[in-house]
């Protein structure tokens, strides 16, 4: 049975300001060029770094939220149990998970958009169709994805990136490592693809997270997103807060590993990988376990682990 996008979103009455001027717009040369960056934390994010990208984002700049989903007919709520508290005999409180559209000005006053909240376990393409309702509603040019992958590369070099976009001009200056292959879906995913085939442009970028940190947190990887959101939008994005955090976190996993003999001899071995594959490849960005860009089914293969071990951890 069809559904109307609406009835899957909510438009609030902050929302009105953008309606009503992108309603007022004769031309479509004439649209506000609206930034959509999606963040949607899913288990295709390693370290949680999209996430942590955009919560850092409505903890320092203005915003308000002017759309709602519902959570609770995209959510599987077995698979992501929300939190409740239990006091002494009874339940208090429940902590639904939400899927807001925020406003946010950059540090320029640029207006923006944030799609931010749980990844939708359930009716993908009705929620990208309302996301899609949202764009042609509000005046979104561009829609931007923020995420991060598992890669063997060490905590101790530079946040390296993927970047994919719907349009190869869009990301022109980004290197392309891959041939076709099949990895698992994501519904970010399948949003970019669906916004290109109606026309909009659509891109996003993936942090390499050292695959021993994928489970834990890298602030490193949060703050790389950020800088090449800015790069790729022109948005000015507040990032010393997790530039302090990041430092403080380098020092804190320096020192976890220099515990281990084991430990360290891995992260040594990846730096001389990494060493090696950036003075071979100048400008490349990507390294595998013997020094050269990892095939589509290696990356396919460290993808499928890393969803497992994310489905082994919800299980316990």
Do not use: C, K
Request: zero cysteines; a negative charge.
């Amino acid at each position: 049975m069809a559904h109307r996008p609406e009835e899957l979103v909510e438009l609030l009455p902050e929302a009105e300001p953008l309606l009503a001027r992108e309603a007022a717009v004769s031309e479509a040369g004439d649209r506000r060029g609206l930034v959509l960056v999606h963040d949607l934390a899913g288990e295709f994010d390693a370290a949680s770094a999209g996430a942590l990208a955009g919560a850092h984002l409505l903890s320092a700049l203005r915003h308000e939220v002017i759309a709602r989903f519902d959570a609770d007919s995209l959510v599987d709520y077995r698979a992501h149990r929300p939190r409740m508290t239990f006091h002494g005999d009874r339940y208090e409180s429940f902590t639904a998970p939400e899927i807001l559209l925020y406003a946010l000005e950059d540090d320029a006053g640029e207006p923006f958009l944030l799609l931010h909240g749980a990844e939708p376990d359930f009716a993908w393409e009705r929620f990208v169709a309302a996301v899609r309702w949202l764009v042609e509603r509000l005046g979104v040019t561009s829609v931007v994805s923020v995420q991060a992958i598992p890669m063997p590369v060490p905590h101790t070099r530079p946040v390296t990136v993927t970047a994919h976009a719907t349009r190869r001009q869009l990301i022109a200056e980004y290197p392309v490592y891959w041939g076709e292959m099949r990895i698992p879906g994501s519904v970010s995913a399948l949003l970019e693809l669906r916004m290109g085939e109606a026309g909009v442009d659509a891109l996003g970028v993936a942090a390499h997270v050292p695959h021993y940190l994928a489970q834990a947190t890298f602030p490193a990887a949060s703050l790389t997103l950020l800088e090449h959101l800015s790069r790729l939008t022109g948005l000015h994005l507040p990032t010393e807060e997790l530039r302090d955090a990041a430092e403080a976190h380098r020092t804190e996993v320096d020192e976890q590993i220099a515990r281990s003999p084991e430990n360290t001899a891995v992260v040594a071995a990846l730096e001389q990988q990494f060493d090696q594959f950036t003075a071979a490849r100048e400008g490349s960005e990507l390294l595998s376990e013997v020094g050269e860009v990892p095939s589509g089914e290696e990356l396919g293969a460290e993808l499928e682990r890393f969803l497992a071990e994310q489905e082994r951890r919800r299980g316990e």
